[in-house]
């Protein structure tokens, strides 16, 4: 019965994120790409290395995983939504980069040999797995002895942020996977709660590092496009179709908490980077 549960979860996220390929992080407002840049800064790549971005989306890490590990690296990068495999597929082979190999995936148990991996990155992924605890014994595995990861996660928003979200929260089934919201209980909660999970998964070297992001949006209109243009696309889906123009005007309200000089909005997140190694041997 868990393991139909957890299948249908992962169904659902998939379906979700097929959904938004066309638009994920492509509406004009800088979000997946300057965190997941941060996360790959702090990976520290190397010419060279074979890396592994785990839901891997539309290539935000990808990317700058490729430059860094150069044409004698290679990086494969896996996503459990078709689509957006097949997307960045065409992102790839536009940008000429023979250095990658794209997979549909499930970032949970992918099936890849074991102590193949200098180094893995998984960007804003952990939190949606129906197990964080057993997908990082996984990753650990997919590691070489001395092997690093990275992982990206929400850490706190500011008051207004965490308002403009509440508009949602009556709508929200209990079971919805929320990104935005898991780290108000258990292990995403704080760094610590982060840092023994890869500590129980058996990594060592375990440091966190924060990155404050803040994003503009010039109206309410704006922020509904980015707001669809993503995993947050569940939220609004969750809503009746007759009260979502009530929950847009509850949203513009609410982001007035947020304005800032240039007359648009300003919003502020904090990101939790977290790296671990996987031991070496003795």
Do not use: C
């Amino acid at each position: 019965m868990e393991d139909a549960t957890a299948a249908e979860k992962s169904a659902r996220v998939a379906g979700l994120f097929n959904r938004v390929a066309d638009t994920y992080d492509a509406v004009g407002v800088p979000w997946f790409t300057p965190i997941a840049a941060g996360l790959v800064a702090e990976a520290k790549p190397r010419l060279g290395e074979r890396a592994l971005d785990l839901g891997t989306g539309r290539g935000a890490a990808l990317w700058p995983l490729a430059e860094a590990v150069g044409p004698t690296g290679h990086v494969t990068a896996l996503d459990l939504a078709a689509q957006m495999v097949e997307a960045t597929r065409q992102d790839a082979e536009a940008r000429g980069l023979d250095s990658v190999t794209l997979l549909v995936a499930d970032a949970s148990d992918p099936d890849l040999p074991p102590a193949s991996y200098d180094l893995a990155v998984a960007s804003l992924v952990l939190f949606f797995l129906p197990d964080p605890a057993a997908a990082l014994r996984v990753w650990r595995d997919l590691l070489v002895p001395g092997g690093r990861l990275s992982i990206s996660t929400f850490g706190s928003r500011d008051p207004a942020w965490e308002g403009l979200d509440d508009v949602f929260t009556r709508y929200l089934p209990p079971d919805l996977l929320d990104a935005r919201t898991s780290g108000i209980r258990g292990p995403f909660e704080t760094d610590a709660g982060v840092e023994a999970l890869l500590a129980a998964a058996g990594f060592d070297r375990i440091r966190t590092v924060q990155f404050d992001l803040t994003v503009h949006f010039d109206d309410v209109d704006e922020w509904h496009r980015w707001s669809m243009s993503h995993g947050q696309r569940s939220h609004w889906l969750a809503v009746p179709t007759p009260d979502r123009a009530a929950v847009l005007a509850m949203a513009a309200e609410r982001l007035e908490a947020a304005r800032d000089p240039s007359g648009g909005f300003a919003l502020a997140q904090r990101v939790r980077f977290t790296m671990g190694r996987r031991p070496l041997p003795g």
